[in-house]
């Protein structure tokens, strides 16, 4: 006798919070779009590619649902049967899941001095991931049973996915933490941003926290129970939360700006620090004689990207100068010249 809360009755409720989960999807996809109408491409492509992903997803755990409880209704012995849709979940899942620890690893890199050191583990476990995904949907569909699939071979693989998946999200959640706690020391005299790095830290910790630990139960009761469905309802909403997690971290970036008293801090490291006004005087040389001027800007545009130092107790500030187009564009701005 098949026991149907664990199969059908954990596929239903793993689906209903998965649906769910992909409403708060699109609702942050459209504040992301509403908030930074401007964001540079490669994030707005990735948001876009997110948001895609989520339908499919969606659109596999209804298809599934609806050939366990009405094509397959009253036949206990389809319910060893795997669907197509079920196995495509997994891959579509691995995919949102390594886009989404890519780029926290591309933070890390960033945060990090361009370390490899910490970020190298991160792309290549998150590579390995996907890759396993991959051949547990392929041997999904070539195996069409779940009897089978639980064989030592495909099952290790299966298992590797997902420990592979939790790993990456405990390396992410501590290197951040890490790096957050630096921040925080060197900036421990100024408490508006000694509050934007603890908030951070919370949103770091809760984000790892949720993914790590979904990714966890549903390793544990494949692992625990194979002959249920438990794990499979489990792995549906895994997907949503790493979606959920990545719109997070980018849409939470207005409102620690709001709390530095500027909107616009993501942008440059200069409003992290709360520098309102920033004076630069540069000299340059043209083809027609030399000019020396000097530049006052309310908020640096993106022609200057400062890079700040912290030494000896107060912060260096070291700027490229820029061209004369990027000049144009720094706004707003005022410029004395002479010759």
Not at 118 to 125: A, D, E, K, N
Not at 305 to 320: E, H, N, Q, T, Y
Request: charged residues 15%; contains cysteine.
């Amino acid at each position: 006798m098949v026991d149907l809360a664990s199969t059908l009755g954990a596929l239903l409720v793993g689906g209903a919070i998965g649906l769910v989960l992909s409403g708060i999807v699109t609702v942050q996809c459209i504040i992301f779009y509403n908030l930074y109408p401007n964001e540079i491409r490669i994030r707005r492509l990735t948001v876009l590619a997110v948001w895609v992903l989520d339908f499919l997803h969606s659109a596999f755990i209804v298809t599934a649902l609806y050939d366990y409880c009405i094509d397959f209704f009253g036949d206990d012995t389809r319910l060893e049967y795997i669907p197509w849709s079920v196995a495509l979940s997994v891959v579509v899942t691995a995919i949102q899941t390594v886009i989404v620890h890519w780029y926290f690893a591309h933070k890390i890199y960033k945060s990090s001095g361009q370390n490899w050191f910490i970020t190298g583990p991160i792309v290549l476990l998150a590579f390995l991931r996907l890759v396993a995904a991959t051949v547990s949907t392929t041997e999904m569909i070539r195996l069409h049973m779940y009897s089978a699939f639980n064989h030592r071979y495909p099952g290790w693989v299966f298992t590797t996915g997902l420990s592979l998946s939790a790993l990456v999200d405990i390396i992410i959640t501590v290197s951040l933490c890490y790096l957050l706690q630096k921040m925080r020391q060197r900036t421990a005299a100024c408490a508006p941003m000694a509050q934007v790095v603890n908030t951070l830290t919370l949103y770091t910790l809760e984000n790892g926290f949720l993914t790590c630990v979904t990714t966890t139960a549903s390793l544990i009761c494949w692992l625990a129970m194979p002959k249920n469905l438990v794990f499979m309802g489990l792995h549906f909403i895994i997907s949503k939360l790493y979606a959920n997690s990545l719109l997070i971290s980018l849409n939470t970036r207005k409102e620690l700006g709001d709390m530095r008293g500027n909107s616009g801090w993501e942008r440059t490291a200069a409003s992290m620090l709360n520098v309102q006004n920033l004076s630069i005087a540069y000299n340059q040389t043209y083809p027609y004689g030399a000019a020396t001027s000097n530049l006052i800007m309310t908020s640096p545009s993106a022609a200057y990207r400062s890079a700040f130092k912290f030494l000896d107790g107060k912060w260096v500030i070291r700027i490229k100068s820029p061209s004369r187009n990027q000049l144009k564009e720094a706004t707003p701005w005022k410029r004395t010249s002479h010759k």
